[in-house]
Each structure stands twice: as structure tokens, then as C-alpha cells.
């Protein structure tokens, strides 16, 4: 390890408390458990939305470097060194986030697998890179069909396996970081995200007029996604049995669905295209929560009645009918995470119960 992450990592170790680090994931279990009730003095707010914090800052005892993107992704330890500053952050900071690290290579991993360019943006964006789709179309998506699964993980897929081994050593090395530090999955995104990644634009209209391609190809996505998770639970084992942490916060289940295409479809669509290879991933792989970016509302009763959906993240809800999704999440018990402030604050105002299952920072 280089010098400088070590003192950074031993940094890190020296202002962990675990008397601070035990009552806050306290707090956490207790709110995905659903027990918000027991919460009013210990995180949850009069209003009932869950905001939990640390009880002192605890800054750091030298100058963490910043890490561009593009200078982590070509380095593993300027990674480690990248993820562990956003946790040294957090300490500064008192929030109440679980102290996370992720393998951070943005939406392309599982699309590098099938070797496709990979879109790198300006070091002045500060960005997480992306990938070009596959040159050919159709018939490049057949050829892919008929190469089957790859025996091995090139690209970002690899180089985020490696970068969970390498979390995991500096976890054993870091007996605090070990035990606090949660290693979180990387951004496998969805099965029909991955699909839009890989096949472009195109897919939109293809979903009418090759349907069995597109059923084809999202079943195989569907297959080398389960491989793949099976693959980083090996390299890096779940902390707990039946909830994971993603992004800071807890949630029931061990997978973190991006569902960022299907606002695209209808609700019709949306149950042919994505449910079943969703619904899966969250039966292979014990539950998780489902994140979606856009407008959602229209399919939102569908997503929640997926078994296994135990948490739902909508990172846009001035786009969406905020109370068709209240309706099919807080009321039905799935907390609703990461909820804008702004949206809290006009939702509160209005007097809508909100049942102890909102998450805000």
C-alpha cells in the first residue's frame, strides 16, 4: 500500500468509535425493521420521517487528498483512497450515513463484460464513465446471444472484483474499518438498464418490433447478472444475511435494482419487459430495494408488488404523482429512501401520514 493511503486508512481507524458506530446502525436496524415507533427520541423526527445523525463531528487529523474520478478508476488504491475519504467525510460531518465503500466504475461493469468502448468524461467533469453501445445493432446483439457467457470478467466487471479483494484487505489490516466499513455492491444497474446500455437507443423502438430478441437478450443479461453477484458475494461475503447497505443507508434485502429506463415504458410494457427479470434478481438474491430515476408513478404499483421489494429510492419526486407513490410504498410498509428535503418538507406541511417509512438526510 502506498504511503498515503496508509496514513489516511490509519486516520480513518483512529476516529471510529464503536460506541457511536453500534447505536447508529441500532438506529438503522430498528428503522428497517419497522419499528419506527420505538425511534420519536432516537432518530425519528415529530414529523416522522427517520433523520438519523452522529453525535459529534470527528474531523480528520490530516489533509485526506482529493481523488478525481478518472484518477481512481485507473488506480486501485487511489480507488480505496477515493471511497474512504467519502467515509472520512461522513465522520467530519456527523451524519448519519453507514460508513460505505463500493467498487465505484460507474454503469458500465456488467455492459464491459461483452468488450464494449467505454466513454470516459473530461477530468474537469468529475464523472463517472459510461460505455458506447455495440456497433452493428441487431445483428451485434444476436452475435453476443451467441457467444453465450463469458467463462471470465474483463473490463470494469474485473477491475470492480478486484477492487472489492482489495476492501477487503484493507479490512482485515483495519480492524475498525473492518467491522463498520460496509463494502456495498457496485452498480450492476438493471437488467433492462444494462440492456439499454448494450443495445442503444434503438431498443425503444425494437421492443416493438423484435420482442423476442429483446426477451432473449434481457434473459441473458438477467443470467450473467446472477453469475456476477454470485461472483462478488465469493470476493466479498455479505455483511448481514437479510439487509445490505447501498449509498449510506440500510434496507431489507441484499440488492440495489437501477431501474432508470423504465420510465420510458407504459405500465403494460414495463410488466412484460422488466418484471419478470427484476422479480429474479430479487427471489436469487434474498430482496432488496429498487431506485429509479425520472417519472416513475405509472408503474410504481407494479414495482411494488414484485415479492421481495423491501425499499424504494426515487431521486426525482417533483417529476412524479408524489401520492401514488406514498400510496403504493409507505402505506403498503416499504419505506421510501433518500427522500428529497423539499419534497419532505411540502409533504409534511400537507399533513400526509407518512407511517414512520420515510428516510431524508
Known amino acids: 500500500m502506498g504511503e498515503k493511503l496508509e496514513a489516511c486508512l490509519r486516520d480513518l481507524e483512529s476516529r471510529i468509535d464503536a460506541s457511536e458506530e453500534d447505536a447508529l446502525l441500532g438506529r438503522w436496524n430498528a428503522f428497517v425493521d419497522g419499528g419506527a415507533d420505538g425511534l420519536a427520541a432516537d432518530g425519528l423526527a415529530a414529523d416522522g420521517v427517520f ?120 479490512g482485515a489490516r483495519h480492524p475498525a474499518i473492518g467491522r463498520y466499513v460496509n463494502i456495498y455492491h457496485p452498480d450492476t444497474q438493471s437488467p433492462m438498464d444494462v440492456c439499454e446500455l448494450v443495445w442503444g437507443s434503438s431498443l425503444f423502438s425494437d421492443v416493438i418490433e423484435e420482442p423476442v430478441l429483446v426477451r432473449e437478450f434481457l434473459l441473458h443479461v438477467t443470467t450473467l447478472y446472477k453469475a456476477f453477484m454470485r461472483k462478488w458475494h465469493e470476493v466479498v461475503p455479505p455483511q448481514w444475511p437479510d439487509r445490505a447497505v447501498h449509498w449510506g443507508w440500510m434496507h431489507m434485502g441484499r440488492i440495489m435494482l437501477r431501474s432508470d429506463s423504465a420510465m420510458n415504458f407504459s405500465p403494460e410494457m414495463y410488466r412484460e419487459f422488466i418484471v419478470p427479470y427484476d422479480q429474479v434478481l430479487l427471489m436469487e438474491l434474498g430482496g432488496g430495494g429498487v431506485h429509479f430515476c425520472g417519472t416513475g408513478d405509472h408503474y410504481i404499483r407494479d414495482l411494488a408488488a414484485m415479492v421481495g421489494v423491501k425499499a424504494v429510492q426515487v431521486s426525482q419526486p417533483h417529476l412524479n404523482d408524489m401520492e401514488a407513490i406514498y400510496a403504493a410504498t409507505v402505506d403498503a410498509g416499504i419505506p421510501l429512501m433518500d427522500l428529497a428535503a423539499d419534497e419532505v418538507a411540502r409533504v409534511t406541511k400537507s399533513g400526509r401520514p407518512l407511517k414512520g417509512r420515510v428516510h431524508c438526510w
Do not use: H
Open 51 to 170: 433523520r438519523p445523525r452522529r453525535s459529534v463531528p470527528r474531523p480528520p487529523g490530516i489533509q485526506w487528498p482529493r481523488v478525481l474520478v478518472n484518477e481512481a478508476i485507473k488506480d486501485p488504491e487511489l480507488m480505496a483512497l477515493q471511497q474512504y475519504g467519502i467515509c472520512s467525510e461522513a465522520l467530519a460531518g456527523a451524519r448519519g450515513s453507514i460508513l460505505c465503500v463500493r467498487a465505484n466504475y460507474g454503469t458500465g461493469i456488467l455492459p464491459s463484460v461483452f468488450g464494449l468502448r467505454v466513454f470516459m468524461m473530461e477530468d474537469a467533469q468529475d464523472t463517472l464513465p459510461t460505455n458506447w453501445p455495440v456497433e452493428g445493432g441487431r445483428d451485434a446483439v444476436w452475435r453476443i446471444l451467441s457467444a453465450g457467457l463469458p467463462e471470465r470478467y474483463p473490463g470494469f466487471a474485473g477491475m470492480a472484483l478486484a477492487a472489492g479483494k482489495l476492501f477487503r484487505e484493507i
